[in-house]
């Protein structure tokens, strides 16, 4: 079974510093990784896909590094700002379906 | 802009009422998944189809949830009879039929049950 953990659980940062998320997980036979954000209240927004074969991924500030044969991958946003306060979570499909395993999301605080 | 719809978006009931709460996938998808998450559980898979046929509601408790894709632009996830245990948000996401590929999730249904 995928065990999927994200370290830390929550991280508070200045706006401007640059933010680094880590998700690891057990069963290195993955398809892809996806990042999530979750605001409060709210559903999850896919903020990144990274397929298996890829090292890395990137959208504007973000960018998601994979590893898979040390079971890890990478968040990094870019220059903080408030507007990017939020729950992160990383997510990954079964090897052998496509149900998703979540981490317990790391909990963003970027002070103005 | 395509997205995931869910309806309602809160709903508050009794205990032993029944709730359905419908989901409309984005168009073209194929694969329909739904989840709920609590405080104490994160995240969990309740139940997933494919072309509209179920492929897997092992995470769903038999008794009294119900999963169903009547056609491929609704699911719905009922629940009979309702329970306090079952208030969560319960989120319903779709996608291609490819592993490769993303889900994208809908704005959740927040359920209460006193």
């Known amino acids: 079974k995928q065990e999927v953990t994200q370290i830390p659980a929550a991280l508070s940062v200045p706006e401007g510093e640059n933010l680094v998320l880590n998700c690891s997980f057990t069963?290195?036979?993955?398809?892809?990784l996806q990042w999530f954000r979750q605001d409060p209240g709210k559903g999850l927004t896919s903020l990144l896909l990274i397929q298996s074969s890829q090292r890395e991924q990137t959208s504007g500030r973000l960018n998601a590094s994979l590893d898979k044969s040390s079971g890890r991958s990478t968040l990094y946003i870019a220059a903080s700002q408030p507007g990017d306060s939020a729950t992160y979570l990383c997510a990954v499909p079964g090897s052998n379906d496509y149900k998703l395993s979540f981490g317990a999301g790391t909990t963003v605080t970027v002070r103005a | 802009d395509a997205r995931v719809t869910q309806t309602p978006r809160h709903k508050v009931t009794e205990m032993g009422q029944e709730v359905t709460m419908r989901c409309q996938p984005i168009?073209?998808?194929?694969?329909v998944f739904w989840y709920r998450q609590t405080m104490m559980q994160g995240l969990e898979l309740l139940a997933y189809?494919?072309?509209?046929?179920?492929?897997?509601d092992s995470g769903m408790p038999k008794d009294r949830f119900s999963a169903e894709m009547p056609d491929a632009t609704l699911a719905t996830l009922k629940i009979q009879p309702s329970e306090p245990r079952d208030s969560a948000v319960y989120f319903c996401?779709?996608?291609?039929?490819?592993?490769?590929?993303?889900?994208?999730f809908g704005p959740g249904t927040r359920l209460t049950v006193l």
């Open positions: 168009l073209g998808h194929n694969t």
């Open positions: 996401a779709s996608g291609q039929f490819m592993r490769g590929n993303e889900q994208f």
């Open positions: 189809f494919r072309n509209r046929a179920p492929l897997d």
């Open positions: 069963d290195s036979a993955i398809y892809n």
